[in-house]
């Protein structure tokens, strides 16, 4: 089944299939949002019942999300999204890009997807698979091409990543020192695996910057040699301490 009728069946109440690129006769406005309320507080009838508004399809997304994480997202919880990420030991990171340059990331994301009509609705994009992709569209699993997906995508993604401990802001060549700088010398013995477990080096020296951008190189990111949210990630995924990951394996940066 091609991924643009899935999307559009998760879309439709009833779950069947429309005609290709036919939104759902409900628009994501035309329903109540039922997500405020706390999880067991719902009567327990209508809490079975699939929520398609743009609210409702952004929660489940992100219980999506999270579950992939082994964490739990509460809607009816005040706090945000990343709020609730950041309190379970991850953080967010949002933009606006391209179906490669999450493969490069190669993390598990919520995508923001658009209808014929404009309607916005979410799903959750679980694996990636050459040109097959799976994914979460409220609360169902579904399996297909990603031509379709990109067709309604509207390039807005956001993923969790997992930072080391005391880490605030990105490592700069020579401008950075302390306990993420032996995190990093640590990886790069893993990586390299050298005989001595690293961790020793407490500044962000040339020899280091050197190691990370011939890293970064590898990994198809941008040798600049400045440790950011990006580089983190590949470092963690290829030492397989990052998470879930959208291919199988620990990562492209070896």
């Known amino acids: 089944v091609l991924l643009l009728a899935a999307i559009v069946a998760g879309y439709n109440l009833h779950y069947r299939i429309k005609a290709p690129l036919s939104p759902s006769p409900e628009t994501p406005s035309s329903r109540p949002a039922t997500t405020n309320n706390a999880p067991g507080s719902a009567n327990p009838t209508t809490a079975k019942t699939p929520d398609h508004t743009l609210v409702g399809t952004r929660d489940r997304a992100y219980e999506a999300l999270f579950l992939l994480w082994d964490m739990t997202y509460d809607p009816g919880d005040s706090r945000t999204m990343c709020e609730q990420a950041r309190s379970q ?106 005989k001595s477990a690293g961790g020793q080096k407490k500044s962000y020296d040339d020899d280091m910057v050197k190691q990370i951008r011939e890293f970064q190189r590898k990994a198809g990111l941008t040798a600049d040699g400045i440790v950011g949210p990006m580089t983190i990630i590949k470092i963690a995924d290829v030492t397989g301490d990052g998470g879930p990951t959208l291919r199988n394996g620990k990562g492209s940066g070896t």
């Not at 994301?109 to 799903?123: F, I, M, N, P, S």
């Not at 401990?165 to 302390?178: A, H």
Request: hydrophobic fraction near 30%.
């Open 89 to 194: 030991g991850v953080r967010c990171m949002e933009g606006k890009d391209t179906l490669d340059t999450l493969r490069t990331i190669n993390k598990p994301a919520v995508l923001r997807l658009v209808d014929t009509k404009g309607g916005e609705y979410y799903a959750t994009l679980i694996s990636l698979d050459g040109d097959i992709g799976t994914y979460s569209m409220a609360g169902e699993k579904r399996t297909g091409t990603t031509k379709e997906i990109v067709e309604r995508w509207s390039g807005d993604y956001l993923l969790l990543w997992r930072a080391p401990q005391g880490w605030k802001e990105d490592l700069r060549p020579n401008k950075s020192e302390g306990p993420v700088v032996a995190w990093l010398d640590k990886q790069l013995g893993r990586i390299q695996k050298r």
